[in-house]
């Protein structure tokens, strides 16, 4: 799978409400630009669209700060690979819904830091949702 380069850098800071600050801010700049729901046109589906609000639905839902805080770190570089991206994702059905097929995307901030990129496509309507934005993680092995 190749990795998308993106020229931007992952928002910077450590307190929720710095990051949630800068990142929504830029959701609200997408928002301004549609009077219905906010979307971003994507090159690897051919300029169809990709609607962002099931990120922000998903995101309130977390419980946990530190994941949504490293959300929302990704989303400026998450919006620049749909955007741009044209490398093929990793694509299967979604086990917990069949109606659905999910796509993961891989992508790397100027950084160098590796993320991914998850849209759910229905398949009936053929709409396409940005679900989450997270950072890959090493996995340590365990002792022997």
Known sequence: MKIYKAKTKKLTGTDYREVYKKSFGFYRVICSR???RPYVRSSYFNKE???????????????NHRDKVR??????CAIEL?????????????PNDKSE?????????RDGDTFYV????EKRSGRKWLISVF??????????
């Open 71 to 76: 959300w929302m770190k990704y989303f400026y």
């Open 82 to 94: 749909i955007q741009n991206s044209r490398f093929d994702p990793i694509t299967k059905d979604n």
């Open 49 to 63: 669209k990709v609607f962002l609000e099931l990120f922000w639905h998903h995101l309130r839902d977390k419980k």
């Open 118 to 121: 998850q849209i759910k496509e």
């Open 34 to 36: 549609t009077k219905r």
């Open 135 to 144: 950072p890959f993680e090493k996995r340590k092995r365990a002792p022997r």
């Open 101 to 109: 097929i999910l796509h993961r995307f891989s992508g790397e901030t």
